[in-house]
């Protein structure tokens, strides 16, 4: 998803996430029946009875876990969130922000302390701040050029980051990113229209380096697919009919790549979809799964486009909206894997000692809201995505993402 579009919003769905370490459909299965539990109320621990003739206990509210600003001054293990907490990112910062506070609260960790760093006045000073404050592993930032900033002062100090970024060029070192790679989507639903029966195919991409990079995805999946790209063009952003009127002179083609956004998508679909190329099958990316009401677009109905799952996600927007009465920004979700990706591993983190990232390339992943991922040896989430179809007013899912990584 390119990073201008961040303050993109998603409805709702809701929240989760206890034992769920142990085997892929095992750790699906308890995630999902602790995000409905959690729906219901808030995780606590159980109370030890009540000596005979003792008063009753009295019953305090849950207090928030600790996720501050402020410097840490005790022995849990010290993480610090650093994203944008004002500014005109400040809304997708502190969805994030909240999302890591919640998956605190759901899986009731103690462990943890999470301190909150605002990058809008600088990613390098936050993380300056972050590790004068004794942190051992940096979550965020949210945006490429603030990670690049923030890598040498980390790596200085010997602290991982997982970055939020989408920008494949960022990861390395230490540096791994969770962010939705558009690369990732657009390989996976070329994929799925070369099973089912497409072979020639035209892509439509935006100038810049989001457009540079789906197009060599493009290129890379129709030949994996054993197809053929007989029309490829680009445009600029804010014109994109004129763009789909030179490459539509290009066909025909079985299915047409655009990569934007669903609102350009479905201005351009008219003229793709024009004369020889009227049963051509629209393709979209990852940008559409962020798009609030994306199946109401009557210009895309039959579209195909691959992203990560949002079956746990709808659950834990429910959840989300029912403590801090609004809904989620769809990326808020990184925030919330990221702190479950943290736990899981923090059976290995001994207080005050250094992050062990080795652990973050664990062959077999990782699993959360969005599903299975892991860190390839680029540093790069490796997603397992799923591929639905615009189809009477909704997505629907016609190919189901894989549950995990076969090795």
């Known amino acids: 998803?390119?990073?201008?579009?961040?303050?993109?919003?998603?409805?709702?769905?809701?929240?989760?996430?206890?034992?769920?370490?142990?085997?892929?459909?095992?750790?699906?299965?308890?995630?999902?029946?602790?995000?409905?539990?959690?729906?219901?109320?808030?995780?606590?621990?159980?109370?030890?009875?009540?000596?005979?003739?003792?008063?009753?206990?009295?019953?305090?509210?849950?207090?928030?876990?600790?996720?501050?600003?402020?410097?840490?001054?005790?022995?849990?293990?010290?993480?610090?969130?650093?994203v944008p907490l004002s500014g005109p990112n400040a809304g997708v910062g502190r969805?994030?922000?909240?999302?890591?506070?919640?998956?605190?609260?759901?899986?009731?960790?103690?462990?943890?302390?999470?301190?909150?760093?605002?990058?809008?006045?600088?990613?390098?000073?936050?993380?300056?701040?972050?590790?004068?404050?004794?942190?051992?592993?940096?979550?965020?930032?949210?945006?490429?050029?603030?990670?690049?900033?923030?890598?040498?002062?980390?790596?200085?100090?010997?602290?991982?980051?997982?970055?939020?970024?989408?920008?494949?060029?960022?990861?390395?070192?230490?540096?791994?990113?969770?962010?939705?790679?558009?690369?990732?989507?657009?390989?996976?639903?070329?994929?799925?229209?070369?099973?089912?029966?497409?072979?020639?195919?035209?892509?439509?991409?935006?100038?810049?380096?989001?457009?540079?990079?789906?197009?060599?995805?493009?290129?890379?999946g129709v030949e994996a697919a054993g197809g053929q790209v007989v029309a490829l063009d680009s445009f600029q952003r804010g014109a994109i009919t004129a763009g789909a009127v030179r490459l539509a002179a290009k066909g025909p083609y079985g299915a047409v790549l655009v990569a934007d956004g669903g609102a350009a998508a479905a201005a351009a679909a008219p003229v793709l979809k024009r004369g020889p190329n009227a049963s051509a099958r629209l393709l979209g990316t990852e940008l559409w799964n962020s798009e609030a009401g994306i199946g109401a677009r009557a210009p895309l109905a039959g579209a195909w486009f691959a992203s990560v799952s949002d079956g746990l996600y709808r659950q834990y927007a429910v959840k989300y909206r029912g403590r801090y009465g609004t809904a989620p920004y769809r990326l808020s979700s990184l925030g919330y894997d990221a702190v479950l990706l943290t736990v899981r591993i923090a059976r290995d983190w001994r207080a005050n000692a250094p992050?062990?990232?080795?652990?973050l390339r664990d062959a077999g992943g990782f699993s959360g809201l969005d599903g299975a991922f892991r860190f390839g040896r680029d540093n790069v989430a490796e997603r397992a995505l799923e591929v639905q179809e615009l189809r009477g007013g909704q997505a629907v899912v016609v190919s189901p993402a894989p549950q995990g990584f076969g090795g």
């Open 1 to 82: 998803m390119p990073e201008a579009a961040v303050s993109g919003q998603r409805p709702p769905a809701s929240g989760w996430a206890r034992g769920w370490a142990k085997g892929w459909g095992r750790r699906t299965v308890a995630l999902a029946a602790a995000l409905l539990l959690g729906a219901c109320q808030t995780l606590v621990p159980r109370a030890a009875e009540p000596a005979p003739n003792a008063p009753p206990p009295v019953a305090r509210p849950q207090a928030e876990p600790v996720v501050e600003a402020g410097i840490p001054r005790d022995d849990r293990r010290r993480v610090a969130l650093l």
């Open 95 to 220: 969805s994030i922000a909240n999302a890591t506070t919640l998956a605190l609260l759901d899986l009731n960790n103690q462990d943890l302390r999470i301190t909150n760093y605002d990058t809008a006045g600088g990613a390098a000073a936050a993380a300056a701040r972050a590790v004068a404050d004794g942190t051992r592993l940096i979550l965020g930032p949210l945006l490429a050029e603030d990670t690049r900033a923030v890598a040498p002062v980390a790596r200085a100090a010997g602290v991982p980051v997982v970055s939020f970024s989408n920008d494949a060029s960022v990861a390395g070192d230490n540096v791994f990113l969770m962010g939705f790679v558009p690369a990732q989507s657009v390989a996976r639903v070329v994929a799925y229209a070369g099973t089912r029966g497409v072979r020639s195919f035209a892509g439509l991409v935006p100038n810049g380096l989001y457009g540079e990079r789906a197009s060599t995805a493009f290129l890379r």
């Open 355 to 359: 992050f062990p990232q080795g652990r």
